[in-house]
Structure formats: structure tokens, C-alpha cells
């Protein structure tokens, strides 16, 4: 059982884990860099766990403390209770679901792994099949094929942004997602809330060389469609009807988009058909529409 620890002061040393958490370009760095992440919530830290991620200490409410009870049961890293205005205090913000764990990030995988690997199947895990029961409206998954899907994300800055594309692919069924070496953290706090714990359950990994590594994807016989405007690009639907058995979704950062490289590099050009004047979507519900109109 984890040792429960009241702890009064906002200078502890023991809550470094937790300091400044409002402060973005600082957890940006210093996360990856100590190899944590931080969970916000009861849901997220009970998915974070049933990943597989190790804990490293707990920061809780005193009214959490019940609450998250069968959780410090089964832990053995340390549990800090304090007050509310405390918590407050230390992380920079008014923490309103009173549950807070610093987690060890895990080693990502390389790219070749994931592109070889089998599909992901709906019911791969508990936490997976509740995080895509949350984000559709059916519960029932189709019988999937043998074939592969997966989204790649170029420069993406929102963590909410790539938070809500995670819930995405776990909830219409992309095998894994890969991200460009200057792409938004996934495991940032913000990025975890909103996906809601999918960015554990998705399979996940970031590319050094981008686009140069767009290679990787041919290699394992993957055809790249790169989301975009542009007089040759075709409508996602018809990019549905060819049922590539192997396809890679490619979209880019807020604003700009996928760069001239990246463009250059893929195999087809894709659209979403727009009505009313509206020439683009955000990169988030873009997502969703691609995901949903390639499923196999």
C-alpha cells in the first residue's frame, strides 16, 4: 500500500513533480527530459495505470482520498494530501478534480514497429474499448479486416488539438498514430484530459526525420494520403472507394497545414468536400471525418 503523507508545505521538495504546471514551454521541456507525465482526474490516472504506466507519486485532495482508495491500495510510490488552496499553490491553477499522479513515461517504439504490427483490434484492452465507447455513439465495432490505417501528425502546437485526434483514432479504429519530431507531446496534461485516456491505449510513436522517413511507410507497403487543398487532390470518398489495404493518413499543423515537403513526398492528395464557403476544417475534426470515411 502507497504511504499517505500530509504535506503543508508548497516549497516540499516532494511536490516538484507537480510545480508549474501552467506553464507550458516549461513542462514541454522539462517532462520528456525527466521522463514523466502528469494525469489530471480520476478516469485518466485509473487508464494511465491499467496502461501500464508506473507511478510515481500521487497528489490528492483530502476528499480524493476515499475516492482513489483501491488505486493507493495497490501503489507503492507515495501519496501527498494537502489542501486544495495548497495544490493550488504548487501547480498554478485551481485543481477542480482534486486528483493529481506523476507517471514514468515508457520507452516509445520505433516506427518499423508499428507499421509491421497487426491491426488493433476494438476490445485490445478495457481501457481502450471505454475510451472509444466514450467517443462514438455505438458501442459494437464492425468485423475489422486485415488491412492497416494509421494518421501521422506534421507540427501540430494544440494539445488539445492532438488530445481530441487521439480520442479520434481510438474510437474509429486507426491501428497507430505517428507524429513529426516537432509535433505537440501527447502525454502533456492537457493533451491526456482531453482524449480522455486514449493516447494510452493508441499506439504511439514520434519519427527524427520528417518527411524523410515517409520511406518507412512504403517500405511496409503503406500508401500516404496527405489531407489537403490543391487542384489534385481527390475527395475523401474516393480515396474510401480505392480500399487501400494499407493506408496512412497524413495531416498538418493548425493554419498552414502539411508543409511543401511533406506534400511533395505522399502518394495522394485528399479533400474534404465543403459546403457553404467553408474551405477547411480544424485538424481535430478533420481527423474524425478522414477516420470515419476510410474505416475497413
Request: aromatic share 6%; net charge negative.
Amino acid at each position: 500500500m502507497a504511504e499517505l503523507c500530509t504535506v503543508d508545505d508548497p516549497d516540499d521538495p516532494r511536490l516538484g513533480d507537480y510545480t508549474g504546471l501552467t506553464d507550458v514551454e516549461l513542462r514541454r521541456r522539462r517532462e520528456p527530459a525527466e521522463g514523466l507525465f502528469i494525469a489530471e482526474g480520476e478516469k485518466v490516472i485509473r487508464r494511465a495505470r491499467e496502461a501500464g504506466y508506473a507511478m510515481r507519486s500521487m497528489l490528492l485532495s483530502a476528499k480524493w482520498v476515499e475516492v482513489m482508495s483501491d488505486v493507493i491500495a495497490e501503489a507503492t510510490a507515495p501519496v501527498y494530501v494537502v489542501s486544495p488552496e495548497l495544490a493550488e499553490r504548487v501547480t498554478g491553477y485551481h485543481v477542480h478534480r482534486g486528483a493529481l499522479a506523476s507517471l514514468q513515461r515508457k520507452p516509445l517504439p520505433a516506427a518499423a514497429e508499428l507499421l509491421g504490427a497487426g491491426p488493433r483490434t476494438a476490445d485490445r484492452s478495457s481501457a481502450e474499448g471505454r475510451a472509444a465507447d466514450e467517443s462514438s455513439p455505438s458501442s459494437g465495432d464492425p468485423q475489422r479486416s486485415t488491412g492497416r490505417r494509421v494518421a501521422l501528425f506534421e507540427d501540430l502546437v494544440d494539445h488539445a488539438n492532438l488530445g481530441a485526434a487521439f480520442r479520434n483514432a481510438a474510437a474509429l479504429g486507426v491501428d497507430s498514430v505517428l507524429l513529426s519530431p516537432r509535433c505537440a507531446d501527447p502525454l502533456y496534461r492537457r493533451a491526456v484530459k482531453v482524449s480522455m485516456g486514449a493516447v494510452f491505449t493508441v499506439p504511439w510513436t514520434r519519427l527524427t526525420s520528417w518527411p524523410e522517413e515517409i520511406e518507412v511507410f512504403r517500405r511496409y507497403g503503406f500508401v500516404t494520403a496527405a489531407l489537403c487543398l490543391g487542384e489534385r487532390s481527390i475527395t475523401i470518398d474516393e480515396l474510401a472507394a480505392r480500399r487501400y489495404e494499407k493506408l496512412a493518413l497524413l495531416l498538418g499543423t493548425e493554419g498552414d497545414g502539411l508543409s511543401d515537403a511533406a506534400l511533395r513526398a505522399a502518394d495522394e492528395h485528399v479533400r474534404i468536400p465543403m459546403a457553404a464557403g467553408v474551405d477547411s476544417l480544424n485538424v481535430a475534426a478533420a481527423s474524425a471525418v478522414a477516420f470515419h470515411t476510410t474505416r475497413l
